[in-house]
């Protein structure tokens, strides 16, 4: 209770600072690099249970393509109104045009995208359903993606896109899935700008020297290859992935546990979950939180206050159903809710 009492009056005093941050978010401009995906939502209602195994029967209501993986964060970054330059491959497929259309419409260049004909376009396929007045809920996930490396030329070709854009912008951002964009020359090629934020699932030492990383607590647990259970551990898991990756800071992202900021030069600092309890759907929020964090360390943010706008842009994209994308209104309104409640309680 102390340290919530003592960080609401941190929020509040920084408040203005934060808003000042959000108007400055337009100016950035942000090369995205990973592993793009579409996330296709399925969804009907429950009518029965089948005669012919023990599954549930749903009746189709609506299928929906957005993007996903690193799809999701190019497509975080632009409607935080980022200028966004994406790296990173498609199949010459449906679900490659559909995610190039989507990219198009939010204003996303994909001058760095290589369509690679040898390979499908990432796709995950989650199946929800609802009885009458009940939340949506996922049932099963179907991926269809290749395990197969990326060929010589695509792989040549994702490096000769970075060093063309790298030099005009303001900050890159690895988003890495595990589906192969990442190989160690297009690490190499991302790692040549002084402000790279990384997202990676695994393997956080292939990007050492990188300025920012942002592991969830499982990612977290992997990367030092122990259970985070307790407050020590928690700090010795912070020191430790310092040293594994030669990071400036590391922001471990813990649910509704909140954040734990661990920088070189300062101590450790811990930001509770602004939204506990109207959590509909966590997919894609880690996306949300690097491209909020990003474009404020690029507005001039400190890293405390950065991840504070990472956090409370996850606190929004959380309330809705499915991968979802959050504005810097929004984040401004949440805001102003979240000072409300803390006027009232103090």
């Known amino acids: 209770m102390e340290f919530e009492t003592s960080f609401a009056t941190a929020l509040k005093a920084i408040a203005p ?73 498609v199949g010459d497929d ?14 996303i260049k994909t001058h760095g995208v290589v369509v690679d004909s040898t390979r499908p376009t990432v796709t995950k396929t989650r199946i929800a359903g609802h009885a009458r007045q009940s939340v949506t809920q996922q049932i099963v996930r179907v991926d269809r993606k290749s395990d197969e490396p990326l060929d010589a030329a695509v792989r040549q070709s994702l490096v000769a896109a970075i060093q063309a854009q790298i030099a005009t912008v303001d900050a890159v951002v690895c988003s890495d899935y595990g589906d192969g964009v990442f190989t160690e020359s297009v690490i190499a090629a991302a790692l040549r700008h002084s402000c790279t934020v990384v997202d990676a699932q695994s393997n956080l030492e292939r990007y050492w020297g990188a300025a920012w990383f942002t592991p969830n607590l499982p990612e977290a647990e992997q990367a030092v290859g122990y259970a985070i259970a307790t407050p020590e551990g928690l700090l010795q898991a912070g020191h430790d992935l310092l040293s594994l990756t030669h ?20 101590p450790p600092q811990h930001i509770p979950a602004f939204n506990r309890t109207d959590v509909f759907d966590v997919t894609g929020a880690g996306d949300t939180v690097v491209a909020a964090l990003t474009l404020g360390l690029i507005a001039g943010a400190s890293p405390w206050e950065a991840a504070l706008l990472g956090n409370l842009a996850a606190s929004i994209v959380v309330r809705k159903f499915g991968t979802a994308t959050t504005t810097p209104d929004e984040m401004e309104t949440a805001l102003q809710m979240m000072l409300e409640k803390l006027l009232q309680s103090s």
């Not at 449906?94 to 204003?107: I, K, M, N, Q």
């Not at 471990?252 to 070189?264: K, N, W, Y």
């Open 94 to 107: 449906a679900p490659g045009r559909v995610l190039l259309e989507s990219f198009a419409r939010a204003g």
């Open 247 to 266: 990071a400036h800071h590391i922001l471990i992202t813990r649910g509704d546990e909140g954040m734990s900021l661990f920088s070189r030069d300062h």
């Open 17 to 89: 600072q934060l808003q000042r941050l959000l108007e400055d978010f337009g100016r950035s401009r942000v090369m995205l690099i990973g592993d793009l995906m579409v996330d296709e939502f399925v969804t009907g209602q429950v009518e029965r249970f089948s005669r012919e195994a023990p599954v549930l029967i749903l009746r189709h209501e609506s299928t929906r393509q957005v993007p996903g993986g690193a799809a999701n964060a190019a497509y975080n970054l632009a409607k935080l109104g980022a200028t966004v330059h994406v790296v990173g491959v």
